[in-house]
């Protein structure tokens, strides 16, 4: 696919972090882009820096996501690329004793369902709405209608203690990868997934120095955090590369990640 400005993206949480650094690469195409993303303050002034649309949206939401892509038609056109960025992340157990006084507990379902709802089925419910929309387009001279990029994580592999969630929520985005893009091939809309390792995003960023060191010295080569922008340009090669279908990429390092 040709990036210019004859095509419109959205991009989940792309605030910040990840997505943030997919908005950036985009705009320097001359992309239109949408972004979604729950904070307000921090979208919009992002928007206005990158020359975005910034919409307000909760992608566990029907309505909200609704709102969002009403919102980034009117102004953008319908879009044909989406990058799926929103995402979050627990540290439970599945059962375990409390140290001090043995107390036994198990996990909370509750939370369990609110990363499934975030990760998992807000990933879908994105692609679903937004490969509807791409149906309404023609097929552009290269051959595609639409391209989408979504984000697991190397924990959908090798997840680690206390990532039962995490890593169920990101398994769910790496499983339905390829159903997905064979539901969408006859109608020329392709779809890739990146497995993320260790990303200098703002979740990292604000630990102290030397734990950061720690976790570089992980990798396996290069021995530090990935940079966002690492991550956006494999997303645009996901998008600009014709036969790049129904993948899912590794992009850490060659970390492979511990038990803990």
């Given at each position: 696919m040709k990036?210019?400005?004859?095509?419109?993206a959205?991009?989940t949480?792309?605030a910040?972090?990840?997505g943030?650094?997919?908005?950036?690469?985009?705009?320097a195409q001359?992309?239109?882009?949408?972004?979604?993303?729950?904070?307000?303050?921090?979208?919009?002034?992002?928007?206005?820096?990158t020359?975005?649309l910034?919409?307000?949206?909760?992608v566990?939401?029907?309505?909200?996501?609704?709102?969002?892509?009403?919102?980034?038609?009117a102004?953008?056109?319908?879009?044909?690329?989406l990058?799926?960025?929103?995402?979050?992340g627990?540290?439970?157990?599945t059962?375990g004793?409390?140290?001090?006084?043995?107390?036994?507990?198990?996990?909370p379902?509750?939370?369990f369902?609110?990363?499934?709802?975030?990760?998992?089925?807000g990933?879908?419910r994105?692609i679903?709405?937004?490969?509807a929309?791409?149906?309404?387009?023609?097929?552009?001279a290269d051959?595609?209608?639409g391209?989408i990029?979504?984000?697991?994580?190397?924990?959908?592999?090798?997840?680690?203690i206390?990532?039962?969630?995490y890593?169920?929520?990101?398994?769910?985005?790496?499983?339905?990868t390829l159903?997905i893009?064979?539901?969408l091939?006859?109608?020329?809309?392709r779809v890739?997934?990146i497995?993320?390792g260790l990303f200098?995003?703002?979740?990292?960023a604000?630990l102290?120095d030397?734990?950061?060191?720690?976790?570089?010295?992980?990798?396996l080569?290069?021995?530090?955090?990935g940079?966002p922008?690492?991550?956006?340009s494999l997303?645009l090669?996901m998008?600009?590369?014709?036969?790049?279908?129904?993948?899912?990429?590794?992009?850490?390092?060659g970390?492979?990640m511990a038990?803990r």
């Open positions: 990036l210019d400005s004859s095509v419109s959205i991009v949480g792309g910040s972090g990840l943030g650094a997919t908005v950036k690469a985009l705009r001359g992309v239109k882009v949408a972004i979604f993303d729950m904070n307000e303050k921090v979208g919009t002034a992002y928007a206005a820096e020359g975005s910034y919409c307000n949206v909760n566990t939401d029907d309505a909200s996501v609704d709102a969002g892509f009403e919102k980034a038609r102004t953008n056109g319908q879009e044909r690329i990058v799926n960025c929103a995402g979050t627990i540290g439970v157990k059962a004793r409390k140290k001090e006084t043995g107390e036994i507990s198990s996990h379902l509750d939370s369902n609110k990363i499934i709802q975030i990760n998992l089925i990933t879908f994105c679903s709405k937004s490969a929309g791409m149906l309404t387009l023609d097929v552009m051959g595609d209608r391209a990029v979504n984000t697991a994580s190397v924990a959908a592999e090798d997840g680690q206390g990532q039962a969630a890593s169920a929520s990101k398994g769910g985005v790496v499983g339905m159903p893009a064979r539901d091939s006859t109608e020329s809309i890739n997934t497995l993320p200098n995003t703002p979740l990292l604000g102290p030397n734990v950061k060191a720690a976790l570089s010295a992980t990798v080569n290069p021995k530090r955090l940079d922008s690492e991550y956006a997303a090669q998008i600009q590369n014709a036969y790049f279908n129904g993948e899912c990429v590794r992009l850490d390092g970390i492979r038990p």
